[in-house]
């Protein structure tokens, strides 16, 4: 059965304020201790610690900066952690930034194998939804041409026709719906929501409160890498509003 284990979780940035050094101060240094540092720790997620079981459509809300998307890559093994750890039991599909495991100078063809095998999936696996994933995407003409060449658009469609045509125990995502060509946002909203049904856990990072409040059933609050609160999503997201309130007056 799928679930998400979080003990203590706090993951750690280094900021380098100095400019990048010449050849010349590079060796200079190395040889001698600088009276003041150069760089300084940023604890972008700080003492987190949840559980999230079969069922669960988590919602994450926070500011801009509040380790919202660092929590989510900590949970598909993009970052590891600096203290604490995290359990994952189940096959993620992650649609963070949609397209970065594209490679340019492969085709769309050859980025479909690609992803697919980065995913888990295997070749026979892939080639029974390639033709369905292609033609969502609705780059048919295109799909033996490098994906360098493609717009934009085409280029987020096909990553998303293929994210959304896999089987995830636990799908992940982080601002899937922000911005994007309004008729294929159309066309596309159904079939995530499909996706979500097929999902055995959810877990998802929006700044649109009503959209989580509507595909969720908690969601967690975090400011400046700490959880502040993890319950009911309206009410979570109505307490996150009124300090909002608070802060701007």
């Known amino acids: 059965m799928s679930s998400i284990h979080v003990k203590d979780l706090s993951i750690k940035f280094r ?24 760089f300084s720790d940023f604890w972008a997620v700080k003492n987190v610690s949840l559980d999230i079981k079969a069922g669960d459509r988590v919602g994450i809300i926070g ?41 340019p100078e492969f085709t769309g063809k050859e980025n479909i194998y690609l992803n697919g095998a980065i995913f888990g999936y295997s070749k026979q696996q892939l080639k029974s939804i390639e033709e369905e994933v292609v033609a ?10 490098a994906v360098k060449y493609y717009s934009t658009g085409m280029y987020m469609r096909l990553a998303f026709s293929l994210a959304t045509a896999m089987q995830p125990d636990i799908l992940v995502l982080d601002e899937v719906f ?48 700490q959880l502040i609160a993890d319950g009911h999503p309206s ?7 009124a300090r909002q309130r608070i802060k701007h007056d």
């Open 136 to 145: 969502f995407a609705e780059v048919e003409e295109f799909i033996d041409t």
């Open 178 to 225: 922000a911005g994007g060509d309004a008729a294929f946002l159309e066309r596309a909203r159904p079939r995530m929501q499909a996706l979500i049904d097929r999902a055995s856990i959810m877990v998802m990072v929006s700044h649109d409160h009503a959209l989580v409040e509507s595909l969720c059933n908690r969601v967690i609050w975090m400011d400046h890498g």
């Open 63 to 103: 500011h801009n900066g509040a380790g919202k998307s660092t929590l989510l890559k900590a949970l598909c093994r993009i970052y590891e952690s600096s203290e604490g750890h995290v359990s994952v039991t189940g096959r993620i599909i992650p649609l963070l930034e949609i397209g970065a495991g594209f490679h």
């Open 15 to 38: 900021i380098y304020h100095d400019r990048w050094p010449s050849i010349k101060d590079y060796f200079v240094n190395f040889f001698k201790r600088k009276e003041h540092a150069v």
């Open 235 to 241: 009410e979570i997201i109505k307490q996150y509003l």
